[in-house]
């Protein structure tokens, strides 16, 4: 993603600064930190031209295991601002906030005003259904107006998502042989199915008490969940692989970094608004290009790209584990072994921070094909430009893959 206009507006502040005598815009930039790098390029972007902010994960390690450097204890220790995700996703920055960074303003971008959050994903969740269903229709995700109203997860409007294409009635879950689906690996009967208007899957008769939901081991992965016990509020905080919420973000980033140095406020503003404006195109041009591999299954090696799906149509029947972390069980490769021949599923993505050396396995005697997808940009330069540039390049290998 390149920002011409949000690089040369700065930059003609400075001369107007200079020869008016008005303080410089750089000279008094507060510290910014930024967790990882999907999140550390929309503040780039928008502090384009005023300050350059810290990036504390650079390398490709997991933020659920990072472990800081002591120039990563430096900056949050002089840091005005600080930008992240939230707990769910940075294990290892709650307390070193509490600690190092106590005097600092610190923004959990998922949580930011106009992000649009998903459940935790359980078992049913997946579309495990037939995919012949016809068109997605997710062209109408708001290229020019994107309006969070059409992502609409609060109340889990499937119409915009297509799901009505799928034809729940059909699926009768009863025939999707739900002792496959391994509950034990998921375990999240409490995300209120009845909320998401599918009262007609009738989840009462799916006699859930047999998969062992007790067995699923909830404290090997935190993944996305403030409370292992209240499992109804679990949130997927993978938030910003939807370029939608990307904006969102982006405009809490401004308003804080606009409270945070009034000087520029102006400046951070007319930044803010071309990263809008280039993530319009992103959006448009990943809804266009995805268009044809819509309908073709696959399965990921952790469930990290709901958004992605979700803003874009895609079908993904599965995920090997639910955190990167934890070592999935003999049961569940069988699983998702059974399901990759019962679905006809395409593609297994693995990742770039973990050996393929299981996914590999896993499609062996099928026809599968393997790709890579990547959350964070782990092997792409940090900068502006990386949030583009990282979902283009998943776009690249879903396409690849899937074609």
């Known amino acids: 993603m390149t920002l011409p206009p949000a690089r040369s507006l700065p930059v003609l502040s400075l001369a107007l600064a200079g020869a008016l005598g008005a303080p410089a815009a750089a000279a008094d930039t507060p510290d910014v930190v930024v967790s990882i790098k999907p999140l550390h390029s929309l503040v780039a972007g928008v502090m384009a031209g005023i300050g350059e902010p810290h990036l504390l994960m650079e390398g490709g390690q997991s933020p ?4 800081m450097r002591p120039s990563d204890a430096a900056a949050l220790e002089s840091a005005a601002v ?3 995700a939230g707990p769910q996703i940075e294990n290892f920055l709650p307390d070193a906030l509490d600690t190092l960074a106590a005097d600092a303003v610190t923004v959990a971008l998922a949580d930011a005003d106009g992000v649009s959050r998903l459940p935790v994903r359980t078992g049913d969740d997946w579309d495990t259904h037939d995919h012949s269903h016809g068109d997605h229709g997710h062209g109408d995700h708001g290229h020019g107006d994107h309006g969070h109203d059409d992502h609409a997860h609060d109340d889990h409007d499937h119409d915009e998502h297509a799901r009505d294409d799928h034809d729940h009635d059909e699926h009768a879950h009863d025939d ?10 998921h375990g999240h009967e409490e995300h209120a199915h009845d909320d998401h ?10 006699g859930h008490d047999e998969h062992a939901h007790d067995d699923h081991a909830h404290d090997e992965h935190d993944h996305g969940h403030e409370d292992h016990g209240d499992h109804a509020d679990a949130m997927d905080t993978h938030v910003w692989l939807d370029p939608v919420n990307a904006q969102a973000m982006v405009r809490a980033v401004a308003e804080t970094l606009a409270t945070a140095d009034p000087a520029n406020a102006a400046a951070y503003a007319a930044n803010a608004d071309t990263v809008i404006g280039e993530l319009d195109t992103l959006t448009a041009e990943l809804d266009d290009r995805l268009a044809p591999v819509r309908q073709r299954p696959f399965i990921v090696f952790h469930d990290a790209y709901q958004y992605l799906e979700a803003r874009f149509g895609l079908t993904a029947a599965g995920s090997i584990t639910i955190s990167p972390e934890v ?7 069988q699983e998702m072994h059974d399901l990759l021949a019962r679905l006809d ?3 297994v993505f693995s990742e770039p921070q973990f050996e393929p050396a299981l996914v590999n396995s896993l499609i062996t005697g ?7 997808l990547d959350p964070l940009g782990v092997d792409l330069p940090a900068g502006p430009a990386l949030y583009g540039d990282l979902l283009r390049r998943n776009a690249d290998a879903l396409i690849d893959c899937l074609s």
């Open 64 to 67: 659920h295991t990072y472990s």
């Open 345 to 347: 599923v395409v593609c």
């Open 327 to 333: 070592q999935p069980s003999a049961a569940r490769v």
């Open 176 to 185: 999707h042989g739900h002792d496959e689906h391994a509950h034990d690996d």
């Open 366 to 372: 099928t026809d599968a094909g393997t790709g890579v």
């Open 82 to 84: 600080v930008f992240w």
């Open 197 to 206: 208007g599918h009262d007609e899957h009738a989840h009462d008769d799916h």
